[in-house]
């Protein structure tokens, strides 16, 4: 059947790139026709599958970049401790003003 008309699960999609791990690019090509995907499909998955299976050592950060992200995150809770402290102080005052013209207008009633 072809890919259109049915769901690759993660193990055919592995098969997949086992079968033409070996092939020449024109051969993926038409196993690619043959079997309904495209080759830019069957290079994701290649990826993939390499990405899954490398060492978890290869993906941990740096110490050097860990450093940067600590020191990104501290500045960006900093300003957002600032906008909080500013937007709660525009809300007091908003609530205030409301409170003076509530009153000087009650007394203008009577």
């Known amino acids: 059947m072809p890919a259109r008309g049915r769901a690759w699960t993660a193990a055919a999609r592995l098969q997949a790139v086992i079968t033409t791990a070996a092939m020449p690019e024109a ?18 998955w290649c990826a993939s599958a390499a990405g899954a299976l ?7 950060a740096t110490p050097q970049a860990t450093r940067k992200d600590r020191t990104r995150i ?22 205030l003003s409301k409170k003076v013209t509530a009153i000087f207008n009650k007394g203008e009633d009577a």
Request: glycine fraction near 4%; include cysteine.
């Open 27 to 44: 051969g993926k090509s038409a196993w690619c026709r043959e079997q309904g995907i495209y080759p830019a499909e069957l290079e994701k």
């Open 74 to 95: 501290k500045e960006l809770e900093r300003e957002l401790l600032r906008k909080d402290r500013a937007l709660a102080e525009t809300a007091a005052l908003l609530v």
């Open 54 to 60: 490398s060492d978890p050592q290869d993906a941990r």
